[in-house]
């Protein structure tokens, strides 16, 4: 008897902070933006190829199992796995070299919009990134705020992007370095910008999503 009304006080506390969760996560913001900048030693057309070349992309995120083109034909569509999770992405627009723009959903509910600008000349880019996150769930908004660090993924994803361009662009005969991007983070949730994994600077003289 004891130990039945031990769990069902355990039950019904469980009950009122889930209940309590979605109160809370339900006034929540449900974007989230994220901007950040990166500066790559290399043209604006060869960081264009890097990040849409899908079939490559297994070559270099450090985070991602798999890749599956499920429509190659314009707008492409595809499946990627990363960190235990599956999330859809549909191409939406893009200019190139100056622009690429994606839309994403993830199987727990997680939907936004990345949009990639690249501006330079010469063998410098700046890479500007906006990723806007919707959060319709409020329990999710709450994980936000408590454990989710959403801004990871995309600093993950510039920093091994800064680790390609490099390889592509150190010559074998002559060990020529580039360098890898520092990013800056800003947007509606106002965190501090992490730094991108830093290579040497390249030698070339720069001008520059």
């Given at each position: 008897?004891?130990?039945?009304g031990a769990l069902?006080?355990?039950i ?10 979605f ?8 974007e989230h933006?994220?901007r950040?900048t ?5 043209a ?12 490559r992309q ?14 190659a034909r314009?707008?492409r ?13 549909r ?6 070299p ?6 994403f959903e993830?199987?727990?509910?997680v ?5 990639l600008?690249?501006?330079?000349t010469?063998?410098?880019?700046e890479l500007?990134?906006?990723?806007t996150?919707s ?12 454990v989710i660090?959403?801004?990871?993924y995309?600093?993950?994803y510039l ?5 390609r ?7 074998a005969?002559?060990?020529s370095?580039?360098a ?9 949730a106002?965190?501090?910008?992490p ?9 070339a003289?720069?001008?520059?999503r």
């Amino acid at each position: 008897m004891g130990f039945a009304g031990a769990l069902g006080r355990l039950i019904a506390l469980l009950l009122v902070l889930a209940g309590l969760c979605f109160v809370v996560g339900w006034f929540l913001p449900a974007e989230h933006t994220i901007r950040k900048t990166s500066i790559f030693a290399a043209a604006p057309d060869e960081v264009y190829d890097a990040v849409t070349d899908l079939e490559r992309q297994r070559d270099w995120r450090s985070d991602l199992k798999s890749l599956t083109v499920d429509s190659a034909r314009s707008p492409r569509s595809w499946t990627e796995e990363a960190d235990g999770y599956r999330v859809r992405f549909r191409e939406v627009g893009g200019e190139p070299p100056k622009t690429f723009e994606v839309e994403f959903e993830s199987v727990i509910g997680v939907r936004g919009r990345l949009k990639l600008e690249l501006t330079g000349t010469g063998e410098r880019t700046e890479l500007t990134s906006v990723e806007t996150i919707s959060l319709d769930n409020p329990y999710l908004r709450v994980g936000k705020v408590l454990v989710i660090n959403f801004d990871s993924y995309l600093d993950r994803y510039l920093s091994d992007l800064g680790v390609r361009i490099s390889t592509l662009k150190t010559p074998a005969a002559t060990g020529s370095a580039t360098a890898a991007p520092s990013a800056t983070a800003g947007g509606s949730a106002g965190s501090a910008a992490p730094t991108a994994a830093a290579l040497p600077t390249p030698t070339a003289s720069p001008t520059p999503r």
